[in-house]
Every structure is written in C-alpha cells, then in structure tokens.
T-cell receptor, first 114, second 117 residues
C-alpha cells in the first residue's frame, strides 16, 4: 500500500532554516500536505501543494515537490522557538472507488534551540 | 514499520442510524489512540483521546454521547457515531503512538469517509 516516510527528529538553532523531508510512494497523489501539531493540540494544516506544482511559498514556509523522486520538503526560514512542534507530511489521492484516501507520515519532531 | 488499520474506508448510512469505525494497531501496542475529524479544506480537528481501559478524553465541543469511544484492548479503539445526522458527514481519522521508549512517531489510519443521507 501507500507509504509516507519522514525522519523522526530534527534539531536546529533559532534563526537558522529548518528543512523537513518526506518521501511517498503513491504516484497518483493529487495533493500533498504539511501539518503542524503543537503539544496537546490537534493537527493544524500549514500548507498544501497540488501534485502538478514544483514549489509553493507562503511567508517563511517553502514547499518543494519533486514528483519524479516522490520527495516533498518543507523549509522554514528564520526558525523560531514557537516553531517547535511535530510536523506531519500527508498525501491524498482518489481511490479506485472515487473516494479520498489520505496517508500520513509518522511526524518529524522539530526542536528549536534558543 | 508501524501500521494502523482503519475500517471501513467509506460508509454511507441513513440519518438516525449508528455507525462504528474501527482503528487497529497491527504490529504494535498503543495505550493511547486519537480520533480526528476533518472538514473539507480544513485541518484535522482532534475529537478525543482514547485511553486503553479507561474513559476517553473529549475535546471541548465534542459530544460524548454522540461520539462513543471504546478502547477495549491495546490494539483496538472504536468510534461509534450514534444517531447520525447529515452534519456528521465528514472524514474521520485515527492515529496511534507506539509505546516504546522515546518515540515521537504517530501512525495514522487511512481515514473513514462518512456520508449520512
């Protein structure tokens, strides 16, 4: 079945850029997402990208998609302590029955060191 | 790797009936599982935290009698939507976290699309 993989942990210094990587296996993905989960909170949708796009930028966030390699990354510029959280990569596609199927990665815990 | 199986993937039910959604951790034990709901083009919303052997912890605004959660074993949690209404139509996702050492990974099920007609 479909698989989405992420590294479990990333540590960066405040002010540096963070890059969180994700790989997926489903070649029919239509959307790819990045979610943020702060301690004790639910998942918050940060951004998403259509599968026919290469890049999307939103303020400090830059999403890069290499569809050929099935590789998605999230770059956070000028990382702040408030960015410390778990970041989930997810991909969605339409199943043969025509309904949405979403597969999430296991999450990358980002630790920002002051 | 860790796998969470969620069933059914899609269900259509009549208004007033109840629907049960299962969430199973296939190759690990999970004392805690989470149930989320996602509205179209919105973030996943945490509904409740399911604790094995005890009552679930519900988020503010989530009706306990409406969304019954049972976590009877270390590998199974169920969400029952009782007396479903069209406004309950949504995408429901469960997740579980492995109970081993320092592990920050949350594994998600593939979701259940509920349509109430």
């Amino acid at each position: 079945g479909e698989d989405v993989e992420q590294s479990l942990f990333l540590s960066v210094r405040e002010g540096d850029s963070s890059v969180i990587n994700c790989t997926y296996t489903d070649s029919s993905s239509t959307y790819l997402y990045w979610y943020k989960q702060e301690p004790g909170a639910g998942l918050q949708l940060l951004t998403y990208i259509f599968s026919n796009m290469d890049m999307k930028q939103d303020q400090r966030l830059t999403v890069l998609l290499n569809k050929k390699d099935k590789h998605l990354s999230l770059r956070i510029a000028d990382t702040q302590t408030g960015d410390s959280a778990i970041y989930f990569c997810a991909e969605s596609s339409l199943n043969s029955g025509g309904y949405q199927k979403v597969t999430f990665g296991t999450g990358t815990k980002l630790q920002v060191i002051p | 790797g860790a796998v969470v199986s969620q069933h059914p993937s899609r269900v259509i039910c009549k208004s007033g009936t109840s629907v049960k959604i299962e969430c199973r951790s296939l190759d690990f034990q999970a004392t805690t599982m989470f149930w989320y709901r996602q509205f179209p083009k919105q973030s996943l919303m945490l509904m409740a935290t399911s604790n094995e052997g005890s009552k679930a912890t519900y988020e503010q605004g989530v009706e306990k009698d409406k969304f019954l959660i049972n976590h009877a074993s270390l590998t199974l949690s169920t969400l029952t939507v009782t007396s479903a209404h069209p406004e309950d139509s949504s995408f429901y996702i469960c997740s579980a976290r492995e109970n081993r050492g320092v592990n920050y990974g949350y594994t998600f099920g593939s979701g259940t699309r509920l349509t109430v007609v």
